[in-house]
């Protein structure tokens, strides 16, 4: 992935979670300057992104979490990311 200025953070009712986003070669990282309530689930929207397949696949990514003041990641959980088809 080479830009992310069209990811998008929501929580359950759909209004936009505050995130810093930031991104290199193995990671994308996302830093909440608010905390997020433990019963809430994000969904992370990936827009106009671009990929060099052209074949749609689904991708694996690890998640995990870190806590402000903790030095290790906790892991989470998996998160799958549909791509489709370029044509």
Known sequence: MTSLDNLSIKDNSGQDIKAEIQNNECQVLITFPE?????NNLKIGFTDIYNQSTMGETLLYQL???QEGLVQRIPIGTAR???????
Do not use: N, R, Y
């Not at 905390?35 to 019963?39: A, D, K, L, Q, T």
């Not at 990311?81 to 044509?87: K, L, N, R, Y």
């Open 64 to 66: 995990s979490v870190q």
């Open 81 to 87: 990311i549909d791509v489709p088809d370029a044509s």
């Open 35 to 39: 905390s997020v309530e433990p019963v």
